[in-house]
């Protein structure tokens, strides 16, 4: 994740810091809005059904309220822009986040002994929430003659075996 600020490009956008385009740049962010508009809205939704705060729709891209006592992300310092803007109060950049694991992972038994090779496949968190596109890929997956283990993000894992017949 990147902060946002007038002084860079959107992130993701692979517009330059140097001499950028401002009017592309706002032409981008705010493409980019209106393409996850209808994702925001039912995370917004789903935010709201588990007890959480309700989320305004200018927090896109990040979808989540910022804490006035401690942010953080995890970015590169070479690609976070800090030169070129200030991190705002409270919040603090770290390169990389590291979880120990005091258990490892056991792939499942009817899983490890079914043909194929075995794939990892992770769209990430905030690309899982495309339920449709996430449907196709699992159709295309199902008719591989491989093992795949699908992370959807942090709420829900989902282990394909040799068939899926629904989602």
């Known amino acids: 994740m990147t902060i946002s ?18 009017v592309l740049w706002k032409f981008h962010a705010e493409r980019e809005a209106e393409l996850l508009k209808d994702a925001f809205e ?16 200018n927090c896109i891209p990040h979808w989540q309220k910022f804490s006035p006592f401690l942010n953080m992300y995890n970015y590169p310092e070479e690609l976070a822009y800090t030169s070129f803007r200030p991190d705002p109060p409270n ?58 283990i699908v992370s959807k993000g942090k709420l829900i894992i989902i282990h394909i075996w040799q068939q899926i017949t629904r989602f």
């Open 91 to 148: 919040w603090y950049r770290f390169d990389s986040f590291m979880r120990l694991e005091t258990e490892t992972f056991e792939i499942p038994p009817e899983l490890k002994l079914l043909p194929g090779k075995l794939v990892y496949f992770t769209m990430g968190t905030v690309c899982s929430f495309d339920l449709n596109l996430f449907k196709r890929l699992i159709g295309i997956m199902a008719n591989s003659p491989n093992r795949f």
């Open 5 to 22: 600020s007038k002084n860079v490009p959107p992130a993701n956008s692979g517009y330059p810091v140097l001499n950028g385009d401002r």
């Open 42 to 57: 039912d995370f917004r939704t789903w935010v709201l059904e588990n007890g959480g705060p309700k989320l305004q729709y």
